[in-house]
């Protein structure tokens, strides 16, 4: 008779708590975690590899082995797998990614077909797909990982470390109360806590082979700070997750979201960005710490005549205010400065952001949705309707958006945005490539500031390293700044001429360049030449 399925008694009266039993004394897994794990399988209904898998309390390899090794049948490993045999026996590559199978040897005078399964239990589908092929059927063991990676080689979708997806209501809030659990609420809050008393703006959160590498970014540079092992990562990445309103059955897709957690009694919001990797997921946590964000131009580092010369352009009662400077130049934290010196009762100020990283007391705030079609260019417009004074438009980055920003300041409104340019004087050329004619652009702008920002030498031991610094030599940041200055002659320059000519107009009225300003930094020794020329790049290089 064709379709019968060979497993071995084991394997047809599997009982979960006899295997846990095993499994203890195979492994380092402990009696209350022991427990722990049959609890939230009967709970959750759902088998105690998965849930083993999930509380991170055993590895994927070590499971599958015990597993094998008790109900005595073989494992197979991932370099037997040949998707050229799921072709060659019709088989659809989305019925074996659902019941978690493989077919990997076949004998050619009729014998058995051998087929790996990551589901011990599954005798059901491994007699159907006997039946459906009209062959016997013999059943193996493999990792859950390995079947999802052989499977997803053939159907050209990368799915190493993804895990199972096709969950169910009860997976999320079995997976929900898994992230709940005691110890690794606090081991995340406890990773965040270190990162605001570092002062760190970004935790990086990297799977790899051995586990997960979690590095802060301190005064923009990385920093490793420690590791999590293979055991408690994917408990970790679903706590996240949870803090994140994510999805945390999905892993095969990047997610973005957002938390707020008190942190020794003040509130921190979060940024959250997962991203798929070869080996799991890697999670980006943006801290945003209010009580951190300092909205004092001294306190940012800005020099007295850059100061003047900022307050100048924004005490315009209508015009277009700019500052350019690549990711991370700290363009918004210069915004929302602006913004506060110029705030007043007798003001309607409103911004449009993507996202809205800090609330700004007597400011109108709002976000851009592009899966509804609320865009830089659509809530621009819906805002001028608004009767405002002042407008703040997080990026002019098409040209919807600069036609808007453009004609808003030519009709008696003060524009605030940022623009991604190497200097101020690429403003000019990147609004043209954006189809702003040159007339209104002399008769709009008012000024472009660029800026960078470079770690601070710390002022406790001038870069030597002391218990004020962590002993790294450096303390914050400070701004290298250039800004120009749209003068009368440099608004007609604006209207005939290139490049050369507006650079050479605006030297003539005291604009003086990035690089330049970064000497003055150095003579005063407030950077060391290295930090620099890590922020300047090719500017840098420009200059010498």
Same mark, same amino acid.
């Given at each position: 008779?064709?379709?019968?399925?060979?497993?071995?008694?084991?394997?047809?009266?599997?009982?979960?708590?006899?295997?846990?039993?095993?499994?203890?004394? %195979?492994?380092?897994?402990?009696?209350?975690?022991?427990?722990?794990?049959?609890?939230?399988?009967?709970?959750?209904?759902?088998?105690?590899?998965?849930?083993?898998?999930?509380?991170?309390?055993?590895?994927?390899?070590?499971?599958?082995?015990?597993?094998?090794?008790?109900?005595?049948?073989?494992?197979?490993?991932?370099?037997?797998?040949?998707?050229?045999?799921?072709?060659?026996?019709?088989?659809?590559? %989305?019925?074996?990614?659902?019941?978690?199978?493989?077919?990997?040897?076949?004998?050619?005078?009729?014998?058995?077909?051998?087929?790996?399964?990551?589901?011990? +239990?599954?005798?059901?589908?491994?007699? #159907?797909?006997?039946?459906?092929?009209?062959?016997?059927?013999?059943?193996?063991?493999?990792?859950?990982?390995?079947?999802?990676?052989?499977?997803?080689?053939?159907?050209?979708?990368?799915?190493?470390?993804?895990?199972?997806?096709?969950?169910?209501?009860?997976?999320?809030?079995?997976?929900?109360?898994?992230?709940?659990?005691?110890?690794?609420?606090?081991?995340?809050?406890?990773?965040?806590?270190?990162?605001?008393?570092?002062?760190? %703006?970004?935790?990086?959160?990297?799977?790899?082979?051995?586990?997960?590498?979690?590095?802060?970014?301190?005064?923009?540079?990385?920093?490793?700070?420690?590791?999590?092992?293979?055991?408690?990562?994917?408990?970790?990445?679903? +706590?996240?997750?949870?803090?994140?309103?994510?999805?945390?059955?999905?892993?095969?897709?990047?997610?973005?979201?957002?938390?707020?957690?008190?942190?020794?009694?003040?509130?921190?919001?979060?940024?959250?960005?997962?991203?798929?990797?070869?080996?799991?997921?890697?999670?980006?946590?943006?801290?945003?710490?209010?009580?951190?964000?300092?909205?004092?131009?001294?306190?940012?580092?800005?020099?007295?005549?850059?100061?003047?010369?900022?307050?100048?352009?924004?005490?315009?009662?209508?015009?277009?205010?700019?500052?350019?400077?690549?990711?991370?130049?700290?363009?918004?934290?210069?915004?929302?400065?602006?913004?506060?010196?110029?705030?007043?009762?007798?003001?309607?100020?409103?911004?449009?952001?993507?996202?809205?990283?800090?609330?700004?007391?007597?400011?109108?705030?709002?976000?851009?949705?592009?899966?509804?079609?609320?865009?830089?260019?659509?809530?621009?417009?819906?805002?001028?309707?608004?009767?405002?004074?002042?407008?703040?438009?997080?990026?002019?980055?098409?040209?919807?958006?600069?036609?808007?920003?453009?004609?808003?300041?030519?009709? #008696?409104?003060?524009?605030?945005?940022?623009?991604?340019?190497?200097?101020?004087?690429?403003?000019?050329?990147?609004?043209?490539?954006?189809?702003?004619?040159?007339?209104?652009?002399?008769?709009?702008?008012?000024?472009?500031?660029?800026?960078?920002?470079?770690?601070?030498?710390?002022?406790?031991?001038?870069?030597?390293?002391?218990?004020?610094?962590?002993?790294?030599?450096?303390?914050?940041?400070?701004?290298?700044?250039?800004?120009?200055?749209?003068?009368?002659?440099?608004?007609?320059?604006?209207?005939?001429? #290139?490049?050369?000519?507006?650079?050479?107009?605006?030297?003539?009225?005291?604009?003086?360049?990035?690089?330049?300003?970064?000497?003055?930094?150095?003579?005063?020794?407030?950077? %060391?030449?290295?930090?620099?020329?890590?922020?300047?790049?090719?500017?840098?290089?420009?200059?010498?």
């Amino acid at each position: 008779m064709t379709g019968d399925c060979k497993m071995s008694r084991a394997q047809s009266t599997l009982d979960d708590a006899d295997f846990i039993a095993y499994l203890k004394k %195979s492994s380092d897994l402990t009696e209350a975690a022991a427990a722990r794990v049959l609890s939230a399988s009967i709970e959750a209904g759902t088998s105690v590899e998965r849930s083993l898998l999930e509380l991170g309390l055993v590895s994927e390899n070590i499971l599958f082995e015990a597993l094998a090794n008790y109900l005595a049948v073989p494992l197979i490993d991932a370099a037997r797998f040949d998707p050229a045999l799921v072709e060659k026996l019709g088989l659809e590559t %989305s019925f074996l990614e659902r019941v978690g199978a493989f077919p990997f040897q076949i004998d050619d005078k009729g014998g058995p077909i051998h087929i790996a399964m990551a589901d011990p +239990r599954s005798r059901d589908v491994a007699a #159907g797909i006997g039946f459906y092929l009209g062959r016997d059927v013999e059943v193996a063991l493999a990792c859950p990982s390995d079947i999802k990676a052989a499977l997803g080689r053939l159907s050209g979708v990368s799915t190493s470390g993804s895990g199972d997806h096709s969950a169910s209501h009860q997976d999320v809030a079995r997976l929900k109360a898994l992230a709940n659990d005691g110890p690794v609420i606090k081991l995340v809050n406890d990773l965040i806590a270190q990162a605001v008393q570092e002062r760190a %703006s970004d935790i990086h959160i990297e799977a790899d082979e051995i586990g997960a590498r979690v590095r802060f970014r301190v005064d923009g540079v990385l920093w490793v700070k420690s590791r999590i092992p293979t055991t408690n990562v994917a408990a970790v990445v679903s +706590r996240l997750k949870v803090l994140g309103n994510l999805n945390i059955s999905e892993r095969r897709r990047p997610q973005d979201g957002r938390a707020s957690i008190m942190v020794r009694g003040r509130s921190v919001d979060i940024r959250m960005s997962t991203l798929p990797t070869q080996h799991g997921e890697s999670v980006v946590l943006r801290l945003l710490d209010r009580h951190r964000l300092e909205l004092d131009w001294e306190r940012l580092g800005f020099p007295a005549h850059r100061i003047t010369e900022i307050e100048t352009a924004i005490a315009a009662p209508n015009g277009l205010f700019l500052v350019a400077g690549p990711t991370g130049s700290g363009k918004t934290t210069t915004l929302y400065t602006a913004l506060s010196r110029i705030s007043s009762d007798d003001r309607k100020i409103v911004t449009v952001e993507d996202p809205v990283e800090y609330a700004l007391e007597g400011i109108n705030q709002t976000q851009v949705q592009p899966e509804i079609d609320m865009t830089f260019g659509s809530a621009l417009r819906a805002i001028l309707r608004q009767d405002p004074d002042v407008v703040m438009v997080g990026e002019i980055r098409d040209e919807e958006t600069a036609a808007i920003a453009v004609r808003a300041a030519l009709v #008696g409104r003060l524009v605030l945005s940022t623009i991604h340019t190497n200097d101020a004087i690429s403003a000019i050329d990147r609004l043209r490539d954006l189809g702003v004619p040159d007339y209104l652009l002399s008769s709009t702008l008012r000024g472009v500031l660029s800026q960078r920002l470079a770690r601070r030498l710390c002022p406790s031991c001038n870069g030597k390293g002391c218990d004020n610094c962590g002993e790294l030599g450096r303390k914050g940041r400070i701004v290298i700044s250039e800004f120009l200055k749209v003068t009368s002659s440099l608004s007609s320059e604006i209207k005939k001429g #290139g490049r050369a000519s507006l650079l050479e107009v605006a030297r003539q009225e005291g604009y003086r360049t990035l690089a330049q300003n970064s000497e003055e930094i150095l003579a005063g020794g407030l950077a %060391s030449e290295g930090d620099i020329i890590r922020a300047l790049g090719a500017d840098w290089d420009a200059l010498n």
